[in-house]
Structures are given as C-alpha cells and as structure tokens.
C-alpha cells in the first residue's frame, strides 16, 4: 500500500473528517485504516502463530469436552473481522449522516488544538496505542489460560442441542448475568479513587467517543472486564457452540454501537433491544463518556435493566434520535433515582459474591 495513502487516511480519521465524500467513499477509506498500522500486525502475527501451533504440536490442540483451538483460533479471527469491518461502518454512518450524531456538532480539529475527533490529546494517543498493543497480547494470554484449565468453556460442535426455546432463554440470561458483572465492575472503575486514577480515566479521555474508543482501554481494564463479563457468564450460565459465537458477536456489534457517537436505525444490535422495557440507547452511554469520575450513571451494557434497577440510569444526550420507553416515563416523572451501595468499598460486593460464586461452579460444590 502506498505511504502517503495510508498516512492521509491515519491524518483525515484521527484529527478531521475529510469533507465531501460519500458513506461508500468514508467507509472504504476507514477499512484500509482499520486494517492497516502495528496492531493489526500484532493481532495477525499471534493468531497466525496460533494456527502454526495447532499443526506443529496436534496434541496440545484439543482438550476434552472443548471445541478444538483450531476451532476457536479461527472464531478469533472472525471475530476481529467483524470488529473492524463494523467499526468503519459505523464511523463512516458518523462521517456521513450527521443528523443521527448523538452529540449535535461536526467532528472537525477546529478548537482542538491537537487533540483529535475523540477529545484526546498527542500524549494521550500514544498511551492508547500501547495499552492496545498489551490488550492483544494479553487477552491472547487469557483465552489460552482459560481454554486449557476450564474444559467445556469453548463448547464442543458435537454436544447435545437443547430445544430452541431453552436456548433463547439461556442466552438472555447470560447476557443479563454478563451485563450485570459488568456493570458492577464498571461502578467500581468509577468508585475507586485508584481504579480510575490509574486505569479507567484512560477510556474517559475520549469525550465525544466513536467506535475506535470501545476497547481502547487501559490493558488491564480489558483483562479485567473480559473476566468478569464474558467468563464469568459462560462459567455459569453455558452457550452451546453456535450460541457462544453469535454472543460474542452480539456482544462486539452492541459495544462498538455504544460508543459510536450515533442513535438511529443504523445501530443494529441496539435496533434489536429498542423495545425491551428498560433498552438503553448509545445516547445514554455518550453522556456518560462526556463526564469524567463524577458520571455516576448509564454504566450498563445489553439491555439497560441494571442502571434501572440499582438507581444509576440518566435519559442521555439527544435522546429525541431513539427515545425508549423508561426515558419518557423519567422525563415526566420528578423523583430521583438513589444510587444503590454507591461508592467504594461498598459497590465491590456484588462482585466478591459473584467471583465466589463462579469458585464454587468450579469447584462443583453448586450446580
């Protein structure tokens, strides 16, 4: 690829949108973006030594009751496929149709300074970058940790289907359990004074987020919540195979949506949840990124039911592009929500009872 080509791309969708082109020409522009530079170097040079692996030592390949590594390599490149095709998407949705932008104003570098479409300045980008680097490494490191000493965590292709409806139901479930840890281990991020000073400030530099900003965290952050969403959720409330990759899917698209900057019909995953009685929008999480340690609201992911519940949801920025149902009842509505075991230590103990309960899976003593 031609130098100064991708330098144009890297200069035009980090400080500016490049003016007067269409979704198509913005969304080929942002695939050779998304596709090109270090990480995606990194991320194709461990996957691709994955593979080699699987041919040179078969038996280390497989582990009984599990789906082959191979299997579950080549989930992992599909998965980051998708992940950077639909990311330019949705940045090129954002380039193209600024009516649907959640915060109403046109991305540009003019009273920026340096800083770029996000909101983050030189040092801070550079930061980000290395996080990300660790965060591929690292998570590499714990999906091979977890495959080898949790058997039956990466379901086998050849198990026993349940009837249709008993995997619908258990695939809601665990996505309300993920969300739920999730969204306990978010409130502590913010809670602690160390946990945001050192690690989730990181993800806040991005003030006006798009997709790019979903998993530009602090590489432990990523550890962390990796374990306490998607582990915790499959430990306790298994998928079978094809539910554990249309999850994981599910998962990516509604996060990548979260952060994308935009509310309307172009956010599929979000599209699909709109009607559930407490559907929260990336309108809502948008506000929240435009706070810093203080936005003690809209931490949940999937489904919106836990900041309902625990007294921490707030209607969002521009909630007129996808207004849900719960927001017009708070609108007309004039009590307040109470934050429920809010500060730190206290909001830790959903997560000790949840980490102590999946020991106990483990260890067999429940379920």
Request: aromatic residues 14%.
């Amino acid at each position: 690829m031609d130098i100064k080509l991708t330098q144009q791309f890297s200069v035009n969708y980090v400080h500016i949108v490049p003016p007067f082109l269409s979704f198509y020409q913005h969304f080929k522009s942002l695939i050779i973006s998304h596709f090109s530079g270090i990480n995606i170097f990194v991320e194709v040079l461990v996957l691709s030594g994955l593979l080699i692996f699987t041919k040179v030592v078969p038996d280390l390949s497989s582990v009984d009751g599990s789906m082959s590594l191979n299997e579950a390599v080549f989930g992992m490149w599909t998965l980051s496929i998708l992940r950077r095709v639909y990311m330019a998407y949705m940045e090129a949705v954002h380039c193209s149709f600024p009516q649907y932008r959640t915060q109403q104003h046109t991305k540009s570098s003019k009273n920026r300074g340096m800083r770029d479409l996000l909101g983050r300045n030189e040092d801070q980008l550079s930061t980000i970058k290395k996080h990300e680097k660790l965060t591929d490494l690292s998570q590499t490191v714990l999906q091979l940790t977890i495959y080898y000493t949790i058997p039956g965590f990466y379901p086998p292709n050849n198990a026993i289907r349940h009837p249709l409806y008993i995997r619908l139901i258990t695939l809601i479930i665990n996505h309300y359990l993920l969300s739920f840890s999730m969204y306990w281990m978010h409130r502590c991020l913010h809670a602690n004074s160390w946990l945001w000073r050192r690690i989730h400030s990181l993800h806040h530099w991005a003030t006006s987020p798009l997709s790019r900003a979903t998993f530009q965290d602090h590489w432990l952050e990523n550890f962390i919540l990796t374990i306490c969403g998607f582990t915790f959720a499959q430990i306790l409330i298994p998928l079978d195979y094809e539910l554990f990759w249309i999850s994981r899917i599910i998962r990516e698209f509604e996060s990548l949506e979260k952060h994308s900057g935009l509310s309307g019909p172009f956010n599929v995953a979000h599209a699909l949840q709109r009607y559930l009685p407490f559907a929260q929008m990336p309108h809502h999480h948008d506000w929240h990124h435009q706070g810093n340690k203080a936005t003690n609201f809209t931490f949940t992911s999937i489904g919106g039911v836990w900041d309902c519940v625990f007294g921490t949801r707030h209607i969002g920025s521009n909630p007129e592009l996808s207004e849900t149902l719960w927001d017009r009842n708070v609108l007309k509505s004039s009590r307040k929500l109470k934050p429920f075991l809010d500060g730190s230590p206290k909001c830790f103990i959903p997560i000790i009872a949840l980490t102590a309960t999946v020991f106990l899976k483990l260890q067999n003593v429940l379920f």
